[in-house]
T-cell receptor
């Protein structure tokens, strides 16, 4: 079974802090994704990556950056956390084909920024 | 920005009935379509994918695709209380030379015992 893990289930940070969210997948998937999910807005893509050291902006990249130094690990960084970044953050991975392959999601990190 | 639209619901159906969930999409070039199920407090999981016009059946689930009308639907036969969840429609699209998946906001289904 594919397993996608995220470093924290719940996280509370203060405005202005630098926040790191870690995601690890164990199935040698090429593609990895970071989404945030908010009530009424659904899943929105923040960043994605097709390969090591490769990243592409999604629909809402402002205020975020990412790092993929190893194939299995994809990190989301909030450079200076703000209250409007309070959300559920979901990491996902897929084997190869974006348009054909299932995305497997991690359990999510609920981030609260005070 | 390509769009994927779903009625947010909640859609309430009695146990044993057929639940019908609908999704429309704006990108005529889309070739594949996915339905994910998300239980409250959990992450989404894939339940169906469909690539060709027509119906695709998997157990109690049937996905229907009509590319000419740009809609995809999910039918759940013999609905069970355990089917109560939010169902997300997902459509890959071309954007900036890359493919990415756009998710609808989801339809919340409630199956009443």
């Amino acid at each position: 079974d594919v397993k996608v893990t995220q470093s924290s289930r719940y996280l509370v940070k203060r405005t202005g802090e630098k926040v790191f969210l870690e995601c690890v997948q164990d199935m040698d998937h090429e593609n990895m994704f970071w989404y945030r999910q908010d009530p009424g807005l659904g899943l929105r893509l923040i960043y994605f990556s097709y390969d090591v050291k490769m990243k592409e902006k999604g629909d809402i990249p402002e205020g975020y950056s990412v790092s993929r130094e190893k194939k299995e690990r994809f990190s989301l960084i909030l450079e200076s956390a703000s209250t409007n970044q309070t959300s559920m953050y979901l990491c996902a991975s897929s084997l190869r084909g974006i348009s054909t392959d299932t995305q497997y999601f991690g359990p999510g990190t609920r981030l609260t920024v005070l | 920005q390509k769009e994927v639209e779903q009625n947010s619901g909640p859609l309430s159906v009695p146990e044993g009935a057929i639940a019908s969930l609908n999704c429309t999409y704006s990108d005529r070039g889309s070739q594949s379509f996915f339905w994910y199920r998300q239980y409250s407090g959990k992450s989404p999981e894939l339940i169906m994918s469909i690539y060709s016009n027509g119906d695709k059946e998997d157990g109690r689930f049937t996905a229907q695709l009509n590319k000419a009308s740009q809609y995809v639907s999910l039918l759940i036969r013999d609905s069970q209380p355990s089917d109560s969840a939010t169902y997300l429609c997902a459509v890959p699209e071309e954007s900036g030379g890359y493919q990415k998946v756009t998710f609808g906001t989801g339809t919340k289904l409630q199956v009443i015992p």
